[in-house]
């Protein structure tokens, strides 16, 4: 079955402390992978796509990186403004599927 | 350059009433793809429409259905109302499928 597992639910950081988000995928005839930020109250927000392993992108502090299984999203020394929800998805064939998203949380 | 429109932007209905929910996409986009959002599923795809014909279907019942007009805007519309339907909707556009904007969604609430 198609399926898109991202982790931690949730992360608190301190303003700077860098970390990752990760985002498993089981598809078949993967075609793109995409992050997504989502604050609350609003829809998501494009920030990556992905097709094929090894690719990397960046924007300011964000950095996208994928794999055959897996993606990640690298948050180099994070902001509060960087607190959002940050959803994953998976472009497969006929079908796009989301992950459930990480909240993180940056303290000032 | 405008964004993603959606309308009504909040709704509130009873079980077993019907509602229509409306997108305008991003000028120039012609696929429109519509998800329901909860706190427990999360983001779900209901369905795909471009240049007016429904391009892929997620898993939903026959209650979802949708549609698109000539100029790229579209409705979605769900019958017989259940509970379970209370959702975020959000509609997103996109020009190539690489990229999907997404509108600020409409909060349907059933009760």
């Known amino acids: 079955e198609d399926q898109v597992t991202q982790s931690p639910e949730a992360l608190r950081l301190q303003e700077g402390e860098s970390s990752s988000l990760n985002c498993s995928y089981t598809v078949s005839g993967l075609r793109g992978l995409f992050w997504y930020r989502q604050d609350p109250g609003k829809g998501p927000e494009f920030l990556f796509t992905?097709?094929?392993a090894g690719e990397e992108k960046e924007k300011e502090r964000l950095k996208a990186t994928l794999t055959k299984k897996e993606s990640f999203l690298h948050i180099t020394a994070p902001k509060p403004e960087d607190s959002a929800t940050y959803l994953c998805?998976?472009?497969?064939?006929?079908?796009?599927?989301f992950g459930k998203g990480t909240r993180l949380h940056i303290l000032p | 350059k405008a964004g993603v429109t959606q309308t009504p932007r909040y709704l509130i209905k009873t079980r077993g009433q019907q509602v229509t929910l409306s997108c305008s996409p991003i000028s120039g986009h012609r696929s429109v793809s519509w998800y329901q959002q909860t706190p427990g599923q999360g983001l779900q795809f209901l369905f795909e429409?471009?240049?007016?014909?429904?391009?892929n279907k997620g898993n939903f019942p026959g209650r979802f259905s949708g549609r698109q007009f000539s100029n790229s805007r579209s409705e979605m519309n769900v019958s017989t109302l259940e509970l379970g339907d209370s959702a975020l909707y959000l509609c997103?556009?996109?020009?190539?499928?690489?990229?999907?904007?997404f509108g600020p969604g409409t909060r349907l609430t059933v009760l």
């Open positions: 998805a998976v472009q497969a064939e006929d079908k796009i599927i």
């Open positions: 992905l097709y094929s």
């Open positions: 997103a556009s996109s020009y190539n499928r690489n990229e999907q904007f």
């Open positions: 429409y471009f240049s007016e014909t429904q391009r």
